[in-house]
């Protein structure tokens, strides 16, 4: 199973800055079969990014992923009010799928 | 737009079946892949399995053997059984469609409390 870690667990950041969240695979991820999730309070978790670097339908484009191989990233270029949310990276290229934990970015 | 609704019961009993279903709309379940995510209280998010149109299945090891997922094209539904519950399987359970892979469409989320 591929264990995937975030960091950091939380980011505090000001509208405007950016942002740069890690995810890290213990082992390479096959085609860099790789997705971030944006989750707000109460809702479910949206796809932002797949295969590591494509933005889903409606994503803005100040939202961009970067990596391959073990080391991937998410980076929100100036960041909006409604940005502030837990972003979970998600490998699907090796059964079982896994879930990072979770990076939370919140106002500074 | 497709569209995904969870129901089932939101309180099971320990050691009984946790039956949940995944009613779609908006499209035909007669292909992707249709999976089942749970998220425990304040944590994060586990994979649970999967289903394909076809009707062939995957599911984690760590649940595997209490798990069953199945589909219904006639109702355009699919649905998670998990059996031998514990309170460790307290958490939002969600349906999810795949979308270039990843999951790219969900349901809002159900809470199931397991409690006596």
């Known amino acids: 199973e591929i264990v995937l870690t975030q960091s950091p667990g939380t980011l505090s950041l000001s509208p405007g800055e950016r942002a740069t969240l890690s995810c890290r695979a213990s082992?390479?991820?096959?085609?860099?079969?790789v997705a971030w999730y944006q989750q707000k309070p109460g809702q479910s978790p949206s796809l932002l990014i797949y295969g590591a670097s494509s933005r889903a339908t409606g994503i803005p484009d100040r939202f961009s992923g970067s990596g391959s191989g073990t080391d991937f990233t998410l980076t929100i270029s100036r960041l909006e009010p409604e940005d502030f949310a837990v972003y979970y990276c998600q490998q699907y290229g090796s059964s079982p799928y896994s879930f990072g934990q979770g990076t939370k970015l919140d106002i500074k | 737009q497709v569209q995904l609704q969870e129901s089932g019961p939101g309180l099971v009993k320990p050691s009984e079946i946790l039956s949940l279903t995944c009613t779609v709309s908006?499209?035909?379940?007669?292909?992707?892949?249709w999976n089942w995510i749970r998220q425990p209280p304040g944590k994060g998010l586990e994979w649970i399995g999967y289903i394909f149109h076809s009707g062939s299945t995957n599911y984690n090891p760590s649940l595997k053997s209490r798990v069953t997922i199945s589909l219904d094209a006639s109702k355009n539904q699919f649905s998670l059984n998990l059996s031998s519950v514990t309170a460790a399987d307290t958490a939002v359970y969600y349906c999810?469609?795949?979308?270039?892979?990843?999951?790219?469409?969900w349901g809002q989320g159900t809470l199931v409390t397991v409690s006596s």
């Open positions: 082992q390479s991820v096959i085609s860099s079969f």
């Open positions: 999810a469609r795949d979308a270039y892979g990843a999951m790219g469409y």
């Open positions: 908006g499209g035909s379940i007669n292909t992707y892949y």
